[in-house]
């Protein structure tokens, strides 16, 4: 299934060390709510279903119940990437009512110090659960989203416990990609070693819990279920221009939030031309990396982090996945 995220403002009451867009204000020349609509048209057009509504943080754009609503109109199923703080149970209940479907909301800590600090925002942390609570005493669904660091590592299944007691339907974990302001943290990042003994807890994990637990930017996990001998749902790991792009504010189309390359603008050019014209894309989308990746058996299912290649390689983001162990393992 086609996933898109558009980044419907740069405007933000945090600022996230990690932040991709470097979000805080509104910039100037944002996509307006008619601009938004023939967007959402062009992503429907593309055969997109699920529709990413983020930032930036996007119920500060006050158009956003409409944009919702034509969305879920369209067919597509409209869902959130928000820090939860605005969410009230008014809010709640209007977006419930515009029709959307599910609120991914990001919690990093169970230390509300450590969270608040790492977004700068303080009482953040509450602001968080006070949103999944609003989410669920109106039956908006809501999934927890946490970033992993060096710093909170340690903490992820007491948070997938937290997801649960709260009533979440899934904790998707984040790992991070040193593009934005996360370029001046790249060093509390994991490495590979780390990366791969995370993967493998977090998938020991999901086999004790209900809810679904899902690595993002980190295609590894599907390997790593393979080998523990464990089912997953999800099919491949980097979906970057495969199943998946993302949309600035401006409307500037790149194959990820991670991938600085713009391949396109909406105004200049529909966006399903876009999707389907794009040589970046297309050059994605044969699977013809370079190294480690371009030999290894999992290339189809995990394909390597093609943003991670790109930040280490000089922009080349066709090459290797330079967290990996297993492509420098393979030959002991």
């Not at 991914?104 to 602001?127: A, C, N, T, V």
């Not at 749902?233 to 189309?253: D, E, M, N, Q, T």
Request: proline share 4%; glycine share 10%.
């Amino acid at each position: 299934m086609k996933i898109i995220s558009w980044n419907t403002t740069n405007a933000c009451n945090m600022y996230c060390a990690h932040c991709y867009r470097d979000a805080g204000c509104k910039a100037e020349e944002e996509l307006n709510t008619e601009e938004g609509k023939k967007l959402l048209d062009e992503i429907a057009r593309a055969g997109f279903k699920i529709m990413i509504f983020s930032g930036g943080e996007p119920l500060t754009r006050p158009d956003i119940y409409e944009l919702v609503s034509h969305a879920r109109g369209l067919g597509m199923i409209p869902v959130f990437g928000t820090n939860g703080t605005l969410i009230t149970r008014e809010v709640a209940q209007k977006l419930k009512d515009a029709g959307a479907m599910a609120m991914g909301i990001s919690l990093d800590s169970m230390d509300r110090e450590k969270h608040d600090k790492f977004r700068s925002y303080p009482g953040g942390w509450q602001g968080a659960v006070d949103g999944m609570k609003n989410c669920a005493a109106v039956g908006l669904p809501f999934q927890i989203h946490t970033t992993v660091m060096d710093w909170n590592q340690q903490e992820l299944e007491a948070i997938t416990d937290f997801a649960v007691e709260l009533g979440a339907k899934a904790h998707h974990f984040f790992f991070l990609v040193p593009t934005g302001r996360a370029k001046t943290i790249e060093e509390e990042s994991l490495r590979a070693e780390q990366y791969e003994a995370v993967l493998t807890r977090i998938m020991k994990k999901q086999e004790e819990v209900d809810i679904e637990l899902k690595p993002t930017c980190a295609p590894q996990f599907l390997r790593i279920v393979d080998q523990l001998g464990y089912k997953s749902r999800f099919h491949r790991g980097c979906l970057a221009g495969l199943s998946y792009c993302i949309i600035s504010p401006k409307g500037k189309v790149q194959p990820c939030a991670y991938l600085k390359m713009e391949i396109g603008d909406v105004r200049e050019k529909p966006f399903d031309e876009i999707w389907r014209d794009s040589e970046v894309l297309k050059k994605l989308r044969t699977l013809e990396y370079s190294g480690g990746c371009g030999t290894c058996e999992y290339k189809g299912a995990c394909g390597g982090c093609r943003a991670r290649a790109a930040c280490y390689h000089d922009g080349d983001y066709m090459s290797e996945e330079p967290w990996c162990l297993y492509h420098d393992r393979r030959g002991e």
